[in-house]
């Protein structure tokens, strides 16, 4: 599965609500469940620890469920919404 990097608005509580993905928004129709995953820091030759700081070893992962814009008859996609904390930006993967 390939990834593509999105933008991504979210609401006062901190869930994703509108997702910019090339030029098209999509908007999270279902309450978006969250759990997160562990780095494998031990695989990756760029993550660092710093006296004081460290890299993030966990990220999270969102299944959103999205219509294009406002779009009653648009189709209801169901993707991983997934979060780049070093770079603070995101990505989706269609799920299947």
């Given at each position: 599965?390939?990834?593509?990097?999105?933008?991504?608005?979210?609401?006062?509580?901190?869930?994703?609500?509108?997702?910019?993905?090339?030029?098209r928004?999509?908007?999270?129709?279902?309450?978006?469940t969250?759990?997160?995953?562990?780095?494998?820091w031990?695989?990756?030759?760029?993550?660092?620890?710093?006296?004081?700081?460290?890299?993030?070893?966990?990220?999270?992962?969102?299944?959103?469920?999205?219509?294009?814009?406002?779009?009653?008859?648009?189709?209801?996609?169901?993707?991983?919404?997934?979060?780049?904390?070093?770079?603070?930006?995101?990505?989706?993967?269609?799920?299947?």
């Amino acid at each position: 599965m390939s990834e593509e990097h999105v933008d991504v608005r979210f609401t006062a509580a901190g869930a994703p609500w509108k997702i910019r993905r090339s030029g098209r928004v999509w908007q999270v129709v279902v309450e978006p469940t969250v759990h997160f995953e562990r780095v494998k820091w031990w695989e990756d030759t760029s993550f660092s620890i710093k006296k004081g700081k460290a890299d993030r070893i966990d990220y999270a992962v969102w299944l959103v469920q999205v219509r294009l814009g406002n779009n009653p008859n648009s189709d209801i996609l169901t993707w991983h919404l997934i979060e780049h904390p070093r770079t603070d930006s995101w990505s989706v993967q269609e799920v299947l």
